[in-house]
């Protein structure tokens, strides 16, 4: 082999894990808010009024019950996601 030819570098799969973990972390951050207003909006009783839109929503319950009912059910979802 010519000592001028670049060596391959390939990432062991522990930094791959990582990366990939750290990635489905950040996206669970921004995911489960939107995912709990949307099966917010999939389950609102059909009798009565309900949220207008995903913004109606997100106001309505950081108004009544705060930002942490926002992340409810976070945990299912970092389950689901940081280990893919």
């Known amino acids: 082999a010519d000592d001028d030819e670049p060596l391959l570098n390939h990432d062991p799969w522990q930094k791959a894990m990582t990366c ?3 990635a489905g972390f ?3 951050v921004i995911i489960c808010p939107m995912d709990h207003i949307k099966c917010r ?3 609102q009783n059909a009798k009565g009024p309900g949220f207008k839109g995903p913004v109606e929503a997100l106001r309505t319950i950081l108004r009544e019950h705060g930002i942490f009912r926002l992340y409810q059910g976070w945990w299912s979802t970092f389950w689901r996601e940081v280990p893919a």
Do not use: A, D, E, N
């Open 20 to 22: 990939g973990s750290f």
């Open 26 to 28: 950040t996206q669970c």
């Open 41 to 43: 909006l999939q389950v």
